[in-house]
């Protein structure tokens, strides 16, 4: 088994930046590969990144390339979600989740472990 902790969220203007984390925490050797999901109300969960932490190799959708930067600290089994440029339209719950696994790319894989999220609220 794995968990996952989110920490992060918030409230910010449209144009801030905020930084979410993900601990992972028991059978991290699952953990291999690793994305961030947001779902707004009324919306369908959407993949925003990925990651392969072993090698670093990172995934982005069209929504958020070139704002958003996911990293890893693999000493501290922990991944981030940089949101820079952030708009009303990212506002969302956002899930950290791990195990993943299917047919490349990594975001359209299914992931097994889930974190209980974190709220991002961007105003205009």
């Known amino acids: 088994q794995v968990q996952l902790v989110e920490s992060g969220g918030g409230s910010v203007q449209a144009g801030g930046s905020l930084r979410l984390s993900c601990v992972a925490s028991?059978?991290?050797?699952?953990?291999?590969?690793m994305a961030w999901f947001r779902q707004a109300p009324g919306k369908e969960r959407e993949a925003v990144a990925s990651?392969?932490?072993?090698?670093?190799?990172?995934d982005y959708s069209d929504s958020v390339k070139g704002r958003f930067t996911i990293s890893r600290d693999n000493a501290k089994d922990t991944v981030y979600l940089q949101m820079n440029s952030l708009k009303p339209d990212d506002t969302a719950m956002y899930y950290c989740?791990?195990?993943?696994?299917?047919?490349?790319?990594?975001?359209?894989?299914?992931?097994?472990?889930w974190g209980q999220g974190t709220q991002v609220t961007v105003s205009s």
């Open positions: 989740a791990g195990g993943g696994s299917g047919f490349p790319p990594p975001l359209k894989f299914e992931y097994k472990y």
């Open positions: 990651i392969y932490t072993v090698s670093g190799s990172t």
């Open positions: 028991g059978d991290i050797y699952y953990t291999n590969y």
